[in-house]
């Protein structure tokens, strides 16, 4: 068990509709990070929150949103979905206290549109 | 941007090293890490290692780099039926986000 929690465990949705996954981060993290791992692209990166604010982006769509709260949980935003959203989605975090800068996964939301 | 590279399975007998390997294209990698992937779980880190070292032995785990080739090994000593799963390698530069490879699924045959 990794400490970092996310929920739900598994989505079904229709395209255009939006969802909201959630993640709760190790006791005492700052850092959370967002992932997709999709059959044909891969685990790539999203986007990361630092106490609560954006920290870096990666190959996040336009119609995804994150937010990290003070209670540093974070949520991301999926909207208007795609049958090609289909896909695991991980939370990470990280203390940032090593300097290699270790990140714990959660279990993944399986998301599937439909 | 970055371009992480591995083969996408092996296959190995119980006992034997399995050697994953890995090439990444951007030359200012700070770490260099694996992780691993169990059926229906998240990711777990297995090792990292720092771009100025050309090997890390951790137990059953040798990693490699040729920092020259831009490439990277993971060998797993006497390997066993639990070790069956994804290995990830990744890079991180100055950010701290992580540019995984495509995954390489391990099966190790009884």
């Known amino acids: 068990d990794s400490g970092v929690t996310q929920t739900p465990k598994h989505l079904i949705t229709a395209t255009g509709q939006r969802v909201t996954l959630r993640c709760s981060p190790r006791s005492g993290d700052l850092s959370v990070y967002w992932y997709q791992q999709s059959l044909d692209q891969g685990l790539q990166f999203l986007i990361q929150?630092?106490?609560?604010?954006?920290?870096a982006k990666g190959n996040i769509l336009e119609r995804f949103s994150a937010q990290q709260f003070p209670d540093l949980h974070s949520e991301l935003n999926l909207s208007s979905l795609e049958l090609g959203d289909s896909a695991l989605y991980f939370c990470?975090?990280?203390?940032?206290?090593?300097?290699?800068?270790?990140?714990?996964f959660g279990p993944g939301t399986r998301l599937t549109v439909l | 941007g970055e371009d992480v590279e591995q083969s996408l399975f092996l296959s190995v007998r119980e006992g034997d090293s399995s050697v994953i390997n890995c090439t990444y294209t951007d030359s200012s990698s700070t770490y260099l890490y694996w992780y691993k992937q169990e059926p229906g779980a998240g990711l777990q880190l297995l090792t990292y290692?720092?771009?100025?070292?050309d090997m890390k032995q951790d137990q059953r785990l040798t990693v490699l780099l040729n920092k020259k080739d831009k490439h990277l090994s993971l060998r797993i000593a006497d390997t066993q039926t639990g070790d069956s799963a994804i290995y990830f390698c990744?890079?991180?530069?100055?950010?701290?986000?992580?540019?995984f490879g495509t995954g390489t699924r391990l099966t190790v045959i009884p």
């Open positions: 929150y630092y106490n609560g604010e954006e920290r």
């Open positions: 990470a975090s990280s203390g940032g206290t090593t300097a290699y800068n270790e990140q714990f």
């Open positions: 990744a890079e991180s530069t100055g950010a701290n986000n992580l540019f």
């Open positions: 290692i720092f771009s100025n070292m």
